[in-house]
C-alpha cells in the first residue's frame, strides 16, 4: 500500500473549518485514502474514505485531487471535541493490512 | 450503536508472567484485527482473523505471542513471558468482512509490565 505524508501537528479556532491535509503520491488505481481518528485514550474511530470522487458524510467530507496525489479532509465547524489525532491512510482492501502512520494532531482551541 | 468489547481496561503484570486480552467484535463482523500501540506511535497490526482463522500473523511475536479466535466470534491474545518492551495499547477491532469497511476499535487495554 503507499505511503502517506500528513503534517506533525495543526490547530484550528472553535467553530471554524478544520482542512487536514495528506499526500499519497504513489497511490495506485485500486487503492482507496481513508481515514481514522483518535482522540486520546480511546480506539482509532473510522471518518469517511474515498476513490477519487469527493465524499461527504455526518462527519466530514473528503476531497481527493484529480491526479489523486493528495487529499483533504474537511471539519467543517471544529469543535473542541475534535481535538486527536488524524490518520490518513491507503487501502486496497481485501486481505490487506490497514497500516497507521503517525497522523497529524490536531488541537482546537476555544 | 455497537461497539467492540475489550478486557480488561487496564493491566499490570511483573515481566515474565502471562497475561491475556479479551475482544468481542460485533455480532456478525467476520474479520477481526489484533494492534499493538507503542505510547506516541500509530497502532500496528500484530493478527488478522477471518472467522476462525488466521489471515495474517506476519507482526505477531511468535515466540511469545498467541492469539485464536476458536468459533470465529471472540478472541484472545496471550503474552508469555511478558517483557518490559510489552507496555503498550493493546487495541482489537472488526469489520463485516474484508473489503472496503470501516474497522470499529475496541477501547483498548493498556498494558503496563513492570
Known amino acids: 500500500d503507499a505511503k502517506t505524508t500528513q503534517p506533525t501537528s495543526m490547530d484550528c479556532a472553535e467553530g471554524r473549518a478544520a482542512n487536514l491535509p495528506c499526500n499519497h503520491s504513489t497511490i495506485s488505481g485500486n487503492e482507496y485514502v481513508y481515514w481514522y481518528r483518535q482522540i486520546h485514550s480511546q480506539g482509532p474511530q473510522y471518518i469517511i474514505h474515498g476513490l477519487k470522487n469527493n465524499e461527504t458524510n455526518e462527519m466530514a467530507s473528503l476531497i481527493i485531487t484529480e491526479d489523486r496525489k493528495s487529499s483533504t479532509l474537511i471539519l467543517p465547524h471544529a469543535t473542541l471535541r475534535d481535538t486527536a489525532v488524524y490518520y490518513c491512510?491507503?487501502?486496497?482492501?481485501?486481505?490487506?493490512?490497514?497500516?497507521f502512520g503517525a497522523g497529524t494532531r490536531l488541537a482546537v482551541h476555544p | 450503536e455497537a461497539e467492540v468489547a475489550q478486557s480488561p481496561r487496564y493491566k499490570i503484570t511483573e515481566k515474565s508472567q502471562a497475561v491475556a486480552f479479551w475482544c468481542d467484535p460485533i455480532?456478525?463482523?467476520?474479520?477481526l484485527y489484533w494492534y499493538r500501540q507503542i505510547l506516541g506511535q500509530g497502532p500496528e497490526l500484530l493478527v488478522q482473523f477471518q472467522d476462525e482463522s488466521v489471515v495474517d500473523d506476519s507482526q505477531l511475536p511468535k515466540d511469545r505471542f498467541s492469539a485464536e479466535r476458536l468459533k470465529g466470534v471472540d478472541s484472545t491474545l496471550k503474552i508469555q513471558p511478558a517483557e518490559l518492551g510489552d507496555s503498550a495499547m493493546y487495541l482489537c477491532?472488526?469489520?463485516?468482512?474484508?473489503?472496503?469497511?470501516?474497522?470499529?476499535f475496541g477501547s483498548g487495554t493498556r498494558l503496563t509490565v513492570v
Open positions: 455480532s456478525g463482523h467476520a474479520t
Open positions: 491512510i491507503i487501502f486496497s482492501g481485501g486481505y490487506n493490512k490497514l497500516i
Open positions: 477491532a472488526s469489520s463485516p468482512r474484508t473489503g472496503h469497511y470501516g474497522y470499529t
